[in-house]
């Protein structure tokens, strides 16, 4: 690991003001599971280490407000993950934090270091752009919100500049008669990364029969979390059966690009993709039946 | 620079450069050889030590990140003339052979009793997802796990 000034600001202003200072020269440090494997690997050699742990008070936390919850991004995925309100108010974010890694992991790694790292195949931001998401990112110039939908460039490459601190997950109240899962295919073992991982929210209209709204969303199924719009679009309108599940389905395997790699071949994991968006529909069809 | 901590009950005040990680500090410069470092990536288990009460990697946790924290590492639940009951438990259960992995897996399988003093099979191979053994195939060490609790639940009743 490359020798490095360490820094330890005490408020989110103080972070920025060092990001500024230091540009791309400085890297922010939370629960450091990511970032100290690529520090290690020499993938990463920051001259400043920012570290925004002993930063007080707002980042942390879980707010119910009126019109959904905020999540400061220091939380841990395993705090966030055993969380009351969690668990009440948007517990497929606690199904899918139960999927990440390892314990040891989750007890370290922050629901912010997860969603900025801009890794396509980590789990929660899956989960999060299917519950149509923001993150709340703030510079020494202002703040602004970034549907995550919006935020994933490319390959660990978001739309947060260098100067920018993630600092709050905004999630908003989900419709009425709306049930979201996220399913993880693990083939290997149960700490492996998703060899696809696929997040379905399902609306139902009034009448309880048919879809008003949908997100399919998939991970480790391309450069970026991709959202499966086409599928999405079959479902609308439709009887929410089978049927139309498997109609999405096969839309949804042409709009991923997956890599082969020792999870499996590419034309593996969009076969896979196929299967699992259908069974993710399937799944949160039985969630708004209660079954 | 130099971080304070407190390791099994003991305070350290501990000079260190910034990029060194716990597990450095505890095996090389507090002589805690116990703890184990294999795959220096956050995957195997072997450097588990509890951190403010909860089990962490410690390869993936730098100097900083444990400054005035409170680790407890495998020397400090039993001594050789008092066992803990999960170390006890591993041997009666025969839940190690080469013993590599074995301070990680009694650290975080501690962890697990104080929480859940008595587990289900599947709670146990839920918690201990990652703490990898290369000998013993797991059965033991679920045994071991299992027969620790029993073992505590029958001392408390």
Redesign the interface.
Known sequence: ??????H?PQTVDEACALLEQYGDDARL?AG??AL??L???ELVQPGH?V?L?RVSGSMRGVEVQHDGLRIGALMTQ?ELEVSSTIVEHLPVLAQTLRKV?????R??ATLGGNLAHGDPSLDPPVALVACDALVRVRSSSGERDIPLDTFYVDYYETSLQPTEILTDVLVPNSAPRSHTVYLKLLPRS??DYATVGVAARLTLDESGTRCADARVVLGAAGSTVVRARQAESVLLGQDATAAAFREAAAVGRREVDPLSDNRGSAEYKRDMAEVMIRRALLAALAGLHGS | ?SIELTVNGQHYEVQT?????LVEILRDDLRLTGTKEAC????C?VC?VL?DG????SC???A??ADGAQVTTIEGLGSEDHLSPVQQAFIDHGGFQCGICTPGQIV?ATALLDEIPSPTADQVK??M??NLCRCTGYYTIIESILGAADAHSRATA
């Open positions: 690991m490359n020798r490095f000034a360490y330890a440090l450091g599971t100290v494997i520090m290690k690997q280490l570290d742990r395993r890694a390892t314990m040891r992991i007890n370290m149960q700490d | 620079m450069a910034p990029n060194r990680t220096s990536i956050g995957v288990g588990t951190l909860r089990i962490v990697s993936l946790v730098l900083q990140m975080a839920e918690w997802t990652g």
